[in-house]
């Protein structure tokens, strides 16, 4: 099988403050498959998914996504979500409000295509609870929708089951599956072994910055 | 992002920033209206209007020969600072929280930036008309007063101390004009500086920045911009009029802007 590489790096490395930060990360990665991240706090999983962002720019190596390389032809993905920190919503705002005022930048979905999002993730659109009432699971469940609202090509969730409850991870099992069947390119960093195994079709241990072991699974919760 | 992508930016600052702050503003004008009642209750048997008002509470402590004669301007202090959180606190929050939702959203570090420093200026203006109308109401309603003219207290006791003789309008205005390019002036050095360093520190690094202002006499300080008493109007000593202080701040708030504009498109988003 021909597999046509959407997201590339190569021999990405970044140092800050003269500390390796990453080193000499080559990844090749393509659409429709999850890819798993899994390595102990502090192991770099985090700043790699902020490169592969264009959040950081890198000190050697390049990062190429869709063909085109970023900080050089373009700054960012052309179409990404992105979980890796709490995305600032406002306690005064109901979810849907929160999602609609962030969609709004790029104005790409409409007001069903956010309910339609919110709902997947199983949470109620309709909900008139301000951010402030909701629990830390609640959160994050919101957290999530705001990434996959604008269905992206490239998406990418760090520690995105944090404070789910076991429903909730079926739930975000469920929604990962069917966007990676519509052809998405989806990473995530997870310290749980068992979620990612089930999750993944190649899964990535980092330490140090390094990535230093592979292993396909073939998309086992397919 | 098709259309007017920094407008959306600026839009969606507009809206964070007050629905994220409200609880912040809502003391700060109820201190205000405080502040301003507590001294139009003082002027009220005084024969006085609501620029008298205006005059105590954002007058600063004057030129000081010797440090030995040194008062803290505590309503000056209050209000500089105060509205320097208030700038601070947002930008903090969303360099902690929004940032890279924003900029993968609009896809561009130029408009994101951009967006910010229009933001800045204008929740400046905005915060400081608010504070005028505050005073201004709460002043007049205590004082009986709506009037801006020259009351018998604003001809006794504030004509007396002008060098330079000018109407209460026109006093207004250069306290006006004064507190906003100095807040103008100062929030952009904040926006600055904290792209490189801990919010907390830059914050009070601007602090110390605009204190200096209150025993210094130099008039290339930021602060200094805001003191109505250091102005050619009260003290010739000096120069300082509002003409300088205009162009000095803008050709400052210029340099400090493009140079914000270069150093954020070329720095990581950590």
Redo the contacts between chains.
Sequence with gaps: MIETAYLKTDHLSKEIKRQPILKDINLTLRKGAIYGFRGKNGSGKTMLFRALCGLILPTTGTVEVGGVRLGKEISFPPSVGVLIENPGFLNGYTGFKNLKMLAGLNNLINDDRIKESIRLIGLDPEDKRKYRKYSLGMKQRLGIAQAIMEEPDLLILDEPTNALDSDGVEEFKAVLLDLKAKDKCILIASHDKEELDYLSDEIFMMENGEITDKYHLQGVGQ | ???R?ML??FF?DF??GF??G?HKYIVFYSMIGLLSLMISFQLKPLGSNSIATFFLLLKDNGYIKQLSDYQVPFYWDFIQFSVLFLIGDFLF??I???R??????????SHYILSKIFWVVVQNILIYIGLFTTIYIISSLALGDFSLGKSPYFKQNIVPLMVTKVTPGQLLLNILLGFIITSVLLSSILLLFIQFSPPIMIFFGVIVISSISTFSSIKWLPAIHSMILKRDIFNMEHHLTLGFSIIYCLVLYAFVTTFTFFVFKKI???
């Design positions: 992002m098709k259309k992508p959306k930016l969606h809206t964070y629905s994220y409200k929050q969303d902690e929280n929004k890279i939702y924003l900029l993968l959203r609009s896809r561009s570090k990581d988003t950590p």
